[in-house]
């Protein structure tokens, strides 16, 4: 074998070795990516029911609100259309 042979050896040597470390790259990503989905499927879910209570305090403050309203009105004093 010459020395041409053995650096076509050495560079068909680090190719395999460069593809295997690509698949290795790319089944993490595709790990990480399956991960990632699931997460973000989990925060779309929390972000729906903090909405879903946000809506809820919403109603129950508007509630609240109307018999507030109620009162100040009847404790109002009558203002006159006229200015003077």
């Known amino acids: 074998m ?3 042979d053995i650096c076509k050896c050495i560079l ?3 190719g395999a070795f460069a593809l295997i470390c ?4 790319f089944m993490k990503l595709v790990t990480t990516l399956s991960v990632l989905n699931i997460t973000l499927d989990r925060a779309n879910t929390t ?3 903090a909405n879903h209570t946000i809506d ?3 109603y129950k403050l508007e509630m609240l609100n109307k018999p507030i309203d109620a009162i100040s009105k009847v404790l109002t004093p009558f203002k006159t259309k006229f200015k003077k």
């Open 56 to 58: 809820d305090v919403n």
């Open 2 to 4: 010459g020395a041409v």
């Open 12 to 14: 068909i040597i680090c």
């Open 47 to 49: 972000l729906e029911k």
């Open 22 to 25: 690509l698949a290795m790259v």
